[in-house]
């Protein structure tokens, strides 16, 4: 079975003051969704899956789900605030959607093999898309456990010049296995020259800048789905009275690392990652994209 694209594509993009996933970044006019489905189906994705939200679910749908009509199955999950396990409701005064699991949870539905999760609005470059591909491909480990996978940046690849950053930053063993990842936010390069962020705890500390850090380009079966059931029902028993509490993808494969019910393989690429968090951002973005293509890595416009 040919592996889906699930693109997390739900927020609004409040830092960057608009939806990015609809701001034209290639020379063309493209958006980087474009250029991330483009990659996903030279590397031979069969169905990409984007999570939005309903109220802007027709303007996505004719400005960006369009363009993929007749060279990819499209199909669409909503991330809504009250799509919650039974017998759970939503706590007095919150708004805001329960974070990224509860988005990948949303396609629940619609998926049924194989599946890699993205953001919209990061580039990954056409061989993070191709080494994925392979290890859906592939005897992926042992039995009696399940097994995933999510491709790796380095910490100083990933930084903003123009404000902090959040990232899932990752420990593996000798032989590149995830043993350890870990949310954390407002990370940014000090005038010292020291990379900071601060832990789900709320601590602040120091981050190597070489060390491999999640950029939500993960790889996993159908069964991940019962397993991020049972551990959104955790969450909510333990933090769904909060208004703004947040469950994380990195969070709940940390989890599952530590249980010993799964394994995630941290793959290599030589694909370089940019994206745009902050309006000063795209300028890099729209330069990185327009080298590739004169590079020939992409035709313009897309095919």
């Avoid at 097994?147 to 903003?160: A, D, E, F, Q, R």
């Avoid at 063993?173 to 020291?194: K, N, P, Q």
């Amino acid at each position: 079975m040919k592996p889906t694209l699930l693109v997390l594509a739900a927020g609004m993009g409040s830092r960057y003051g608009g939806l990015k996933q609809m701001d034209p970044m290639g020379p063309s006019g493209e958006t980087v969704l474009d250029y991330s489905v483009f990659d996903a189906i030279r590397a031979g994705f069969g169905k990409v899956v984007f999570i939005i939200r309903e109220d802007f679910a027709e303007a996505f749908k004719t400005s960006v789900g369009s363009r993929f009509a007749g060279k990819i199955e499209v199909d669409y999950a909503f991330q809504k605030l009250d799509d919650l396990p039974e017998g759970f409701t939503i706590p007095e005064g919150r708004t805001k959607p329960w974070g990224t699991a509860h988005a990948v949870r949303a396609a629940r539905h619609v998926v049924t093999g194989p599946f890699a999760v993205i953001n919209a609005d990061d580039f990954y470059g056409s061989d993070a898309y191709e080494v994925i591909a392979r290890w859906f491909a592939s005897d992926t480990g042992a039995a009696g456990k399940d097994h995933y996978c999510m491709v790796g940046y380095p910490l100083k690849n990933t930084l903003s010049e123009h404000g902090s950053v959040n990232r899932g930053i990752c420990q593996t063993d000798a032989e590149g296995l995830l043993t350890d990842v870990e949310e954390v936010v407002d990370i940014s390069r000090d005038e010292d020259g020291i990379v900071r962020g601060t832990a789900l705890d709320g601590s602040r500390r120091e981050i190597a800048d070489i060390c491999p850090v999640s950029m939500n380009f993960w790889g996993f079966t159908v069964e991940h789905f019962a397993q991020l059931e049972e551990h959104f029902i955790a969450f909510l028993k333990e933090k769904g009275g909060e208004q703004k509490s947040e469950c994380y993808i990195p969070t709940v494969v940390d989890d599952l690392i530590r249980r010993d019910k799964a394994d995630c393989r941290v793959l290599d690429t030589t694909s370089s990652w940019f994206g745009v968090t902050y309006p000063d951002d795209k300028p890099h973005v729209v330069a990185s994209i327009a080298k590739l293509v004169a590079a020939g890595d992409y035709p313009s416009p897309l095919g």
